[in-house]
């Protein structure tokens, strides 16, 4: 444990028993098993803790009760990023001590190999969360989730309905600070930063590019900075589905980024350049328009401008049936919680960082049946 974590923790522990009493706390209707999740690390609490908040969103999706268990010290850390706050404090989420057993039959998820667990795990399915920079061999991949916000308040209904609306232009909204405009993204990923795409939009089609909205005009490239002109969360999803390509532009630290996968769930078409961190890998001309590079990327552009109206609504088609087959983590869990019960998958790959979290010295023990391994 870091020692900032020790230092923090007599004001983070009361932070975090105020969270877990913020809501009555309850079962979902008609629930499911529960999603337990044991923590013996820190690692899942990067970026704010929202991969955290994200796992108990999509649970709550699919009506299981969420059941955290740690030290009352980790507990503490949790408390104190922005989005384990909003993950203590959802109704459906418990916390219990170490020595306590989960509900019997949950699907007990762990931040460490299975094991190098110390605690007593009977009568559970147990799966390993490997978090890193790279999926593992031989492993189902979790799908890179939505912002934890637009996955709670995700409606499955509403999705058809922002699909199907109108949709004209190319769009990004996004923060645009100095820490986007890092040479790791060269370095580590071979990619351009989001700043380096945004300024070789703004050179190359200067007189087309707008910071507000398309307004039904296809030849518009909206540029939108965040920081300085914020879309509210109750309006993100209309935004993007209003227009019909997406710029997917990297995050700070690794290449995808929640935006690129919310685009995706409403029919926004990814003009993507790490088309090869899906999994599946997304394909040029079927499901994304991929490029590389900077004088790729004006290619790209100028590709969609000749682009037909009926392959642009193929290629909408397809991004949605991607997004439902591949994307969707709400699918993903619900059937890691319920259809894999007699398989052998002890592990589960989480690409979500820069870096490896997890041991590259040995293969990972993960087997995952050749069925399953396309549908993840």
């Known amino acids: 444990m870091k020692l900032k974590h020790l230092l923090r923790y007599p004001f983070d522990i009361r932070l975090a028993e105020q969270q877990l009493a913020s809501t009555a706390k309850s079962a979902p209707e008609s629930a499911g098993a ?100 790279e999926p593992a061999a031989r492993t189902l991949v979790m799908p890179y989730p939505m912002h934890p916000q637009q996955t709670q308040d995700s409606i499955d209904g509403r999705f058809n309905t922002l699909r ?55 030849d518009r490239i909206v540029l939108r900075d965040s920081a300085v002109d914020p879309i509210p969360a109750q309006d993100w999803m209309a935004t993007l589905a209003s227009h019909q390509f997406f710029l997917c532009c990297p995050g ?58 009926e392959k642009r609504a193929r290629l909408s088609r397809n991004v949605s049936h991607h997004y439902d087959e591949h994307l969707d983590g709400a699918r993903f869990l619900r059937r890691l919680r319920d259809d894999l019960n007699t398989d052998f998958v002890d592990q589960v790959s989480l690409p979500f960082h820069n870096r490896n979290f997890f041991s590259t010295a040995s293969p990972p023990s993960g087997r995952v049946p050749l069925s399953h391994s396309r549908a993840a």
């Open 34 to 133: 529960t999603i337990g999740i044991d923590l013996y690390t820190d690692h899942l609490l990067f970026d704010g803790g929202r991969h955290l908040a994200c796992l108990a969103a999509l649970a709550g999706k699919i009506n299981s009760p969420v059941t955290l268990r740690c030290s009352r010290v980790l507990l503490a850390a949790v408390a104190h990023k922005p989005h384990g706050g909003r993950f203590l404090a959802m109704p459906h989420v418990n916390w219990i001590e170490p020595a306590r057993p989960f509900p019997p039959h949950s699907l007990v998820l762990l931040d460490v190999d299975g094991g190098r667990a110390d605690r007593v795990l009977s009568r559970q399915r147990t799966v390993a969360m490997l978090i890193g920079r």
């Open 164 to 218: 199907t609306q109108m949709k004209a232009g190319i769009f990004f909204a996004g923060n645009q600070n100095r820490r986007y405009g890092r040479d790791s993204m060269h370095s580590e990923f071979g990619v351009l930063s989001r700043l380096e795409i945004l300024s070789t939009l703004s050179k190359a089609f200067d007189v087309r590019i707008s910071a507000r909205e398309a307004d039904g005009r296809d």
């Open 252 to 309: 700070a630290s690794q290449p995808v980024c929640h935006n690129a996968i919310e685009a995706m769930s409403v029919g926004t078409i990814p003009i993507i350049e790490y088309a090869d961190r899906f999994h599946p890998e997304l394909v040029d001309g079927v499901n994304a328009i991929c490029f590389r590079g900077r004088k790729g990327l004006v290619a790209a552009i100028r590709r969609i401008d000749s682009m037909p109206p």
